[in-house]
């Protein structure tokens, strides 16, 4: 996939039209995942060794997309209709880290769309 500013960059499969859809909007991101207990035990997330178990377990089954911070409650009332929605700092300044099940990524793309 490459970014709107030309940049190739690899996303998960199934969050190809999630990412789509939020740079059609003019939405930044900074990093998503299909599945965080998957990637947290990858390493994938700067998790603390002696936090990556429970953080794998919190986070099995959760897609999640990082977006400015400024731009998180917006995204957050589009997201209001899925259940289990939650959001957190990101480690990096200005971000917020946004997660819903990932079996609900089918019904987020239809609220992005509309």
């Known amino acids: 996939m ?13 969050m190809v ?5 939020l740079w059609q909007l003019g939405y930044a991101t900074l990093l998503s995942c299909q ?4 990637a947290t035990l990858a390493g994938s997330t700067g998790a603390e060794p002696d936090q990556v ?3 794998a377990r ?6 999640w ?3 400015r911070e400024d731009a998180a409650p917006v995204l957050l009332a589009v ?13 990096a300044e200005g971000w917020v880290s946004i997660s819903w099940p ?3 990524i089918e019904q987020v793309i239809e609220l992005l769309r509309h």
């Open 53 to 55: 178990d429970r953080l």
């Open 17 to 21: 039209p999630v990412i789509a859809r």
């Open 35 to 38: 599945d965080g207990g998957e």
């Open 58 to 63: 919190l986070n099995a089954g959760r897609a």
């Open 79 to 91: 997201l209001d209709g899925v259940e289990a929605v939650r959001s957190n700092r990101a480690k």
């Open 102 to 104: 990932t079996e609900a």
């Open 2 to 14: 490459t970014t709107p500013d030309g940049e190739p960059v690899e996303i998960d499969e199934l």
């Open 65 to 67: 997309v990082t977006v």
